[in-house]
Protein backbone atom coordinates (compact mmCIF):
# COMPACT_ATOMS: atom_id res chain seq x y z
CA UNK A 1 0.00 0.00 0.00
CA UNK A 2 1.32 3.48 -0.62
CA UNK A 3 1.89 4.49 3.07
CA UNK A 4 1.00 8.17 2.22
CA UNK A 5 -2.00 8.14 0.66
CA UNK A 6 -5.65 7.56 2.63
CA UNK A 7 -7.85 5.00 1.21
CA UNK A 8 -10.11 6.86 -1.36
CA UNK A 9 -7.19 8.30 -2.89
CA UNK A 10 -4.72 5.09 -2.70
CA UNK A 11 -7.78 3.23 -4.87
CA UNK A 12 -7.94 6.21 -7.37
CA UNK A 13 -3.99 6.95 -7.72
CA UNK A 14 -2.25 3.83 -6.68
CA UNK A 15 -4.76 1.55 -8.70
CA UNK A 16 -6.97 3.00 -11.00
CA UNK A 17 -4.95 5.56 -12.68
CA UNK A 18 -1.88 3.30 -13.34
CA UNK A 19 -3.97 0.38 -14.91
CA UNK A 20 -6.30 2.70 -16.35
CA UNK A 21 -3.06 4.91 -18.19
CA UNK A 22 -1.60 0.84 -19.29
CA UNK A 23 -4.72 0.56 -21.13
CA UNK A 24 -3.87 3.92 -23.04
CA UNK A 25 -0.38 2.38 -23.43
CA UNK A 26 -1.58 -0.50 -24.83
CA UNK A 27 -4.06 1.04 -27.60
CA UNK A 28 -1.75 3.05 -28.95
CA UNK A 29 1.56 0.79 -29.69
CA UNK A 30 -0.72 -2.13 -30.65
CA UNK A 31 -3.36 -0.18 -32.52
CA UNK A 32 -2.12 3.32 -33.07
CA UNK A 33 -4.63 4.17 -36.33
CA UNK A 34 -7.69 3.10 -34.19
CA UNK A 35 -5.76 4.96 -31.03
CA UNK A 36 -5.61 8.26 -33.37
CA UNK A 37 -8.94 7.47 -34.70
CA UNK A 38 -10.56 7.47 -31.38
CA UNK A 39 -9.36 11.04 -30.57
CA UNK A 40 -12.05 12.60 -32.06
CA UNK A 41 -15.77 11.38 -32.36
CA UNK A 42 -16.84 10.62 -35.98
CA UNK A 43 -13.54 9.84 -36.99
CA UNK A 44 -12.85 6.90 -39.24
CA UNK A 45 -9.79 4.91 -38.87
CA UNK A 46 -7.25 5.27 -41.40
CA UNK A 47 -4.18 3.96 -42.22
CA UNK A 48 -1.38 6.41 -40.68
CA UNK A 49 1.46 8.20 -42.45
CA UNK A 50 4.86 6.71 -40.90
CA UNK A 51 4.91 10.23 -38.59
CA UNK A 52 1.22 10.40 -37.55
CA UNK A 53 1.74 6.32 -36.26
CA UNK A 54 5.52 7.17 -34.33
CA UNK A 55 3.77 10.10 -33.00
CA UNK A 56 1.20 7.82 -31.68
CA UNK A 57 3.87 5.18 -30.49
CA UNK A 58 5.29 8.43 -28.42
CA UNK A 59 2.50 8.64 -27.30
CA UNK A 60 1.99 5.32 -25.90
CA UNK A 61 5.41 5.59 -24.46
CA UNK A 62 4.68 8.38 -22.53
CA UNK A 63 1.44 6.36 -20.91
CA UNK A 64 4.00 3.89 -20.02
CA UNK A 65 6.28 6.37 -18.17
CA UNK A 66 3.49 7.81 -16.45
CA UNK A 67 2.27 4.50 -15.12
CA UNK A 68 5.90 3.51 -14.22
CA UNK A 69 6.58 7.06 -12.34
CA UNK A 70 2.84 6.86 -11.05
CA UNK A 71 3.44 3.46 -9.36
CA UNK A 72 7.75 4.80 -8.39
CA UNK A 73 6.50 7.99 -6.90
CA UNK A 74 3.40 6.89 -4.72
CA UNK A 75 5.18 3.80 -3.14
CA UNK A 76 8.51 4.75 -2.75
CA UNK A 77 8.47 8.16 -0.95
CA UNK A 78 7.97 8.95 2.52
CA UNK A 79 7.69 12.85 2.07
CA UNK A 80 4.28 14.45 1.99
CA UNK A 81 5.82 17.25 0.28
CA UNK A 82 6.32 14.66 -2.62
CA UNK A 83 3.31 13.39 -2.88
CA UNK A 84 1.59 16.89 -2.81
CA UNK A 85 4.07 18.33 -5.67
CA UNK A 86 3.54 15.31 -7.86
CA UNK A 87 -0.31 15.31 -7.81
CA UNK A 88 -0.27 19.56 -8.30
CA UNK A 89 1.86 18.47 -11.52
CA UNK A 90 -0.58 15.91 -12.61
CA UNK A 91 -3.38 18.21 -11.72
CA UNK A 92 -1.79 20.96 -14.19
CA UNK A 93 -1.47 17.99 -16.63
CA UNK A 94 -5.30 17.35 -16.77
CA UNK A 95 -5.99 21.32 -17.05
CA UNK A 96 -3.37 21.20 -19.81
CA UNK A 97 -5.04 17.90 -21.44
CA UNK A 98 -8.57 18.95 -21.22
CA UNK A 99 -7.85 22.07 -22.37
CA UNK A 100 -6.35 20.90 -25.19
CA UNK A 101 -8.97 18.46 -26.18
CA UNK A 102 -11.69 21.46 -25.92
CA UNK A 103 -9.88 23.66 -28.11
CA UNK A 104 -9.68 20.82 -30.84
CA UNK A 105 -13.61 19.11 -30.35
CA UNK A 106 -15.06 22.39 -29.46
CA UNK A 107 -17.62 23.47 -27.27
CA UNK A 108 -20.45 21.80 -28.44
CA UNK A 109 -18.78 18.02 -28.31
CA UNK A 110 -16.53 18.83 -25.39
CA UNK A 111 -19.79 18.87 -22.88
CA UNK A 112 -22.00 16.83 -24.73
CA UNK A 113 -21.41 14.12 -22.76
CA UNK A 114 -24.79 12.57 -23.07
CA UNK A 115 -22.54 12.07 -26.98
CA UNK A 116 -19.24 11.11 -26.05
CA UNK A 117 -17.96 7.22 -27.14
CA UNK A 118 -16.19 4.70 -24.45
CA UNK A 119 -13.00 6.40 -25.12
CA UNK A 120 -14.12 9.99 -25.03
CA UNK A 121 -15.32 8.60 -21.54
CA UNK A 122 -11.87 8.32 -20.75
CA UNK A 123 -9.97 10.88 -22.67
CA UNK A 124 -12.09 13.42 -21.03
CA UNK A 125 -14.16 12.01 -18.34
CA UNK A 126 -11.87 9.96 -16.43
CA UNK A 127 -9.26 13.17 -16.81
CA UNK A 128 -11.92 15.22 -15.07
CA UNK A 129 -12.67 13.05 -12.38
CA UNK A 130 -9.13 12.44 -12.00
CA UNK A 131 -8.36 16.35 -11.13
CA UNK A 132 -11.29 16.07 -9.12
CA UNK A 133 -9.80 13.58 -7.09
CA UNK A 134 -6.20 14.99 -6.94
CA UNK A 135 -8.24 18.59 -5.78
CA UNK A 136 -9.93 17.05 -3.12
CA UNK A 137 -7.10 15.44 -2.59
CA UNK A 138 -4.91 18.03 -1.79
CA UNK A 139 -8.00 19.90 0.03
CA UNK A 140 -7.60 17.55 2.67
CA UNK A 141 -11.32 16.31 1.64
CA UNK A 142 -10.48 12.58 1.01
CA UNK A 143 -8.22 12.05 3.93
CA UNK A 144 -4.65 13.56 5.14
CA UNK A 145 -1.34 12.81 3.15
CA UNK A 146 0.60 11.28 5.79
CA UNK A 147 2.11 8.48 7.34
CA UNK A 148 -0.87 5.75 7.12
CA UNK A 149 -0.96 3.13 10.06
CA UNK A 150 -0.03 -0.55 8.73
CA UNK A 151 -2.59 -3.00 9.66
CA UNK A 152 -0.35 -4.17 11.87
CA UNK A 153 -0.11 -0.88 13.73
CA UNK A 154 -3.65 -1.09 13.81
CA UNK A 155 -4.37 -4.62 15.40
CA UNK A 156 -1.70 -3.66 18.03
CA UNK A 157 -4.09 -0.47 19.22
CA UNK A 158 -7.25 -2.19 18.78
CA UNK A 159 -5.83 -4.81 21.52
Excluded at 5 to 15: D, I, M, Q, R, S
Excluded at 146 to 153: G, M
Aim: with cysteine.
Amino acid sequence: MATLLPTVPYWVFCVYEPLSIFGGFAIAILFPELFVALQLPDTEVTELSPSNKLIAWQTGNLFGIMAMMGIAVLFATTEPPVVKRYLVALLLGDIGHLTAVWWVMGSYEFFAAHRWSWFTWGNVGMTMFLALARVGTLGGLLGEIKLQASNDEKAKKAK
